[in-house]
């Protein structure tokens, strides 16, 4: 693998890497992000619930999942997608690459 940071990437400040079982949220692509630590792997999806305007760093993380604080739906954070109602459309997935310790997220390929 390159050490090169990949293109259209953005380097994550040290202090939005959450630690294990944590998330932080931090804007970059000009939209609101939510990194998660899932058991050491890092996943990073759109932070606004898609059913409405809910802060989804705000909800619970359990496993590779976070709930809405709203109204509860769960989404994947590998995949992005609602695992429950009342969210019906996934998340956009943000691609996480580490290298040299740094954190980079890439545009999501179906931006
Ligand atoms: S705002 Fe997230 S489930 Fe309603």
């Known amino acids: 693998m390159s050490d090169n940071p990949p ?3 953005f380097k994550v400040a040290i202090e939005h890497i959450p630690k294990e079982g944590r998330m932080t949220r931090f804007d970059a692509f000009g939209e609101r992000i939510l990194l998660a630590n899932v058991d050491g792997i890092l996943r990073a999806v759109s932070d606004t619930c898609t059913h409405e305007d ?3 760093s705000n909800g619970a993380l359990k496993a590779d999942t976070v709930a809405c604080p709203l109204h509860g739906s769960r ?6 997608l609602a695992l429950d109602e009342p969210a019906e459309l996934p998340l956009k997935v943000y691609p996480v690459q580490v290298i040299n310790d740094e954190v980079y997220l890439r545009v999501p390929e179906t931006q």
């Open 7 to 9: 293109p259209e990437s």
């Open 54 to 56: 809910a802060s989804l």
């Open 75 to 80: 989404f994947c954070l590998r995949t992005g």
